[in-house]
């Protein structure tokens, strides 16, 4: 997917959740269902979104690959707990991550790996956001923190593999509304130091940017300090890890956000629209991320 | 024209559509409207063209009240980007928040903001009277070219970069100051008009903590001894 240059209209939709209060856990799915309906407005052709600790999906124990399959792929040969969800699959396995990556691979060697971790499954598709939380039963979804991406596409075709979230490193998840303006720069000197990559797509630099750094032992809050400081162009980017979820804005902050937190979570949206189906946001602290300015919540 | 109904006609948009209530509005029925629910749906309010009363009872989305010609909106909550853009008359009051580009080229009116407000609010304003309770984010007053901004708390950087012709008044701190944007003396007129804006807007400080920001005019006018540039 090219860069999406979306200007000022209401394109695109972010939202996420990171809930504090465990007893939460089990309506995740459905709080999330609210708050993809929230933006489905914004991107009503494809939709991604990746869940924390769903353990019907991944069960405790387990690592998990998700992976885009035909229809038609054979997946009994995998010997693992296995998830289809329209043009996304799930597979788990009480193995070593970069064991059951190899597997699924060997099985599948031209399918597209959309995310790999400990706790995590992400879900792409194209259609309409609303159907394709039914695709994925989201609103089963149990787990401690979420995020989903609604795209309204403007320059490439409306493909899973376009969907966001971009998820390249172990249980990292990246969604960015904007565009990268200085991504092909950054790729060189990435490919340079071995990062290889998945698609031309600008914001796939942003989360290899991310991957890199996390990999070099930065917290969330400082890897996009340093995003910060070496791209150029428009974004809302909201990023998650096995640790916790962060937010930052270009330095223009064109691109909308809004935070609204409680004791009980701490939630992002492109717009208020994603966050109304949120137990207690009547009296939450509702903010705008200010921009340039970095904005991070551990576990 | 028949003769508008006294009682307050409420509008539930938990049922009902944003569609529906503008097009009530647009032709009503009555004086007074209460909406409820509006769940930051977009272009509340949006499109009134004359002095009906509307009291909208928590958030809403994207330009709230925009184009009002003479309506007295009340939003009781937050209000998301471009509330009461380009408004030609009347009164828009939101007493929580603003996202970005608020009054957004408005030509004339009353924007009233009880909280703060983020980016670029009263950008292009081209005659709107906007005060803000709390504080207004970068870029504010972008290309303002006529009209009263007065702002309690603080001013983000960029503050009436471009400025044409509007009065900035600013009681706390401001960022860096926009291109062409300069602090300017504060006259007994100024003085007088800041008491009247925030009284219109129900706020009381004393005017003499506030700092007047203008147009320093250099970047607008046509210096013929730049001429050789072209």
Same mark, same amino acid.
């Given at each position: 997917m090219a860069p999406t240059k979306e200007g000022l209209s209401p394109m695109c939709g972010i939202v996420g959740l990171h809930l504090r209060d465990p007893g939460l856990y089990p309506q995740l799915g459905r709080l999330m269902v609210s708050m993809l309906d929230g933006v489905a407005e914004r991107g009503p052709d494809s939709a991604g979104v990746a869940v924390y600790g769903d353990t019907r999906r991944v069960p405790e124990g387990h690592a998990a690959v998700s992976v885009l399959l035909p229809?038609?792929?054979?997946? &009994? &040969?995998?010997d693992a707990v296995v998830t289809r969800a329209g043009d996304t699959t799930v597979v788990a396995a009480p193995t070593g991550l970069d064991e059951l990556v190899a597997r699924v691979t060997t099985a599948f060697p031209t399918a597209l790996v959309v995310g790999t971790g400990h706790d995590l499954a992400v879900y792409k598709g194209t259609g309409h956001p609303g159907a394709l939380a039914a695709t994925y039963d989201l609103a089963g979804a149990s787990g401690w923190q979420a995020l989903a991406h609604t795209r309204m596409a403007t320059e490439s075709a409306v493909t899973p593999e376009g969907c966001h979230p971009f998820s390249v490193g172990p249980d990292q998840c990246l969604v960015h509304n904007g565009s990268f303006s200085n991504h092909a720069t950054i790729r060189r000197e990435l490919e340079h130091a071995g990062v290889r990559f998945d698609s031309e797509n600008d914001s796939e630099v942003g989360a290899r940017y991310v991957a890199s750094r996390l990999a070099q032992g930065e917290d969330l809050e400082k890897a996009l300090l340093a995003l910060r400081e070496v791209f150029d162009g428009f974004y809302t980017l909201l990023v998650t890890s096995a640790e916790g979820f962060a937010v930052v804005r270009d330095p223009i902050a064109c691109k909308p956000a809004i935070v609204a937190e409680t004791d009980a979570w701490v939630a992002m949206a492109s717009e208020f629209r994603g966050l109304t189906g949120l137990p207690g946001i009547e009296s939450a602290r509702l903010y705008e991320p200010e921009p340039g300015r970095v904005y991070a919540w551990q576990r | 024209m028949a003769a508008l109904g006294t009682e307050t006609i409420t509008v539930d948009l938990a049922s009902g559509s944003v569609r529906a209530l503008n097009a009530e509005l647009h032709d009503p029925s009555a004086k007074l409207y209460e909406v409820r629910?509006? @769940?930051?749906? !977009? @272009?509340? %309010? %949006?499109?009134i063209d004359r002095g009906i009363t509307v009291d909208v009872r928590g958030h809403v989305g994207y330009y709230a009240a925009g184009m009002n010609d003479g309506g007295i909106v009340t939003i009781h909550g937050n209000a998301g980007t471009g509330v009461a853009e380009n408004m030609m008359s009347g009164t828009v009051r939101v007493t929580g928040d603003v996202s970005q580009? @608020?009054? %957004?080229? %408005? !030509?004339g009116g009353l924007l009233v903001i009880g909280g703060s407000a983020s980016m670029r609010c009263g950008i292009s304003m081209k005659g709107v009277d906007i005060v803000v309770g709390g504080s207004v984010g970068p870029m504010s007053a972008f290309m303002a070219q006529a009209g009263r901004m007065v702002v309690c708390g603080d001013a983000g950087d960029g503050l009436g970069d471009s400025i044409y012709e509007a009065r900035l008044y600013v009681r706390g701190t401001v960022g860096a100051l926009g291109a062409d944007c300069v602090e300017k003396e504060v006259r007994d007129e100024h003085r007088s008009e800041l008491a009247e804006l925030l009284a219109a807007a129900g706020l009381e400080h004393d005017v003499a903590q506030f700092r007047r920001y203008g147009s320093a005019r250099r970047l607008y006018h046509f210096h013929s001894e730049q001429a050789g540039a072209y």
């Open positions: 229809p038609d792929a054979d997946t &009994g &040969g995998l | 629910n509006p @769940a930051g749906a !977009h @272009a509340v %309010a %949006a499109g580009s @608020a009054g %957004a080229t %408005a !030509h």
